[in-house]
């Protein structure tokens, strides 16, 4: 059962950021070591490193009486990896005897799940814990369970339980919180007398306003799938209330997406959405119109907590809001949110590597500590006591704190499923035909259910 749940991880794809949810960006990521280009996981070793040891299959060292431990993190937005640099080198400087060494690849997701199913586990590694492909991880022994660290106590009760697995247990430690909506820019809103709009039908009148006044209102990024699979995720959670679950049903060989109303009136209303925004969108990666959204190029942008940090650090000067993709009314309005960060433990490390680790997860569980990730990144905390200084996301942490949000589709559906999808309407958007896409994310959960 272990090899044949080993293969399926495997297999699975891992939803790109999610990840958040925002694993893979676009762009072009180096592979990161504290700050240090690598090739892979390759490391090159000073000649005083005489004793070194592999003990969990991961990147681990001693050398003399220090101990170097790998922490494989999944975000490659600039953002996060500074607030987990300052973090790994706050923790450096003070413990001599262990030593964090960062590590961010490309397309991270995919390689983890490759290196756990190969034995080659980090020791300390960023995952989702509330998806699907999480909980395998866990049945098949891979991760430590934390249920006994008192850092636990430090992360935010609710967020903390969106973590517990079937089993009860606590496996990861809860760092930040995602979401997607829509960041605008304040200033171009201001000059053009628009607000916040709370429906469909307010959100398209502001498109409307900003394109008479010759304003590009909506900035989005089509040549990554799995930037576009964050739009679909985005839009099916704020207009299909029951689209993840039909999803799932479907994928189960209960019923089918083509003449389902609510795809049809979600995609309906995609297309509107894309009449709106920039014309090179399927060429545009998600760097390009981050950079070019920073720099008031367009009004509006649909993209990701993951993104905030980075946009910020394009363009400080500017001011930025965001808020949910508005439904038909503002009552049935919801957002699409998750555990963003979170950090886990290899159940195959030594104890003495296990010690060490939880010094480091102890650390970062610190409000003072983990207040350096939160500036940095400019996600929601799951610390009790982190403040967010960011008054342009009231309006999504009031939808937050509201309860009105569903988890990335990978809570109830595989990724491979998932990602797939991503790919189809990435031609919806080419081909803008909605009988069309229906069709075709049905035969698309039908192969990859089956797989």
Known sequence: MKKRLAMALCV??????????????????????????????????????TETESTSGGETQASGDVMTLEFFQQKSEEGPQKGYQAIIDKFNAENSDVQIEMNTVPDAGTVLTSRISS??????????????????????????????????????EAALEMTKQEDGGYYALPYSRNYMGVY????IFEENGVKIPTTWDEFVQVCETLKAAGVTPMGLMGKDPGRVGHTFQCQTVAWSPNGIENIA????????????????????????????SNEDALALSDTQCWENFANGQYAMCITGSYARGTI???????????????????????A?????????????????????????????AQPENAQLFCDSDGAPSCITGVENNDEGIAPM????????????????????IVTDLYNVVQGFWAEQDVDKVLKDMDASIAVTSAE
């Open 12 to 49: 699975a794809m891992t939803v790109t950021a999610l990840a958040g949810c925002g694993g893979k960006s676009g762009g072009d990521s180096a592979s990161t070591t504290t700050g240090t280009e690598t090739s892979g996981q390759e490391e090159t070793q000073t000649e005083d490193q």
């Open 119 to 156: 034995g080659d586990i980090p020791v300390i590694f960023s995952d989702y814990p509330t998806q699907v492909q999480f909980r395998q991880k866990v049945a098949n022994g891979y991760v430590q369970d934390l249920s006994d660290q008192e850092f636990l106590k430090n992360a935010n």
């Open 184 to 187: 605008y820019n304040q200033t």
């Open 249 to 276: 049903k479907v994928a189960a060989g209960e019923g089918k997406i083509e003449g389902d109303a609510e795809f049809t009136a979600e995609f309906e209303k995609m297309k509107v959405l894309l009449s709106y």
């Open 312 to 334: 910020a650090s394009l363009n400080p000067d500017a001011k930025l809001g965001v808020f949910p993709l508005p439904n038909d009314t503002a009552e049935s309005t919801r």
């Open 336 to 364: 699409l949110a998750g555990i963003d960060a979170a950090i886990c433990v290899s159940a195959k490390a030594s104890d003495e590597e296990k010690a060490a680790a939880y010094r480091f997860l102890e650390y970062l």
């Open 397 to 416: 942490i009031e939808i937050l704190n509201d309860g009105r949000v569903h988890d990335w589709m990978a809570s109830t559906i595989n990724n491979n």
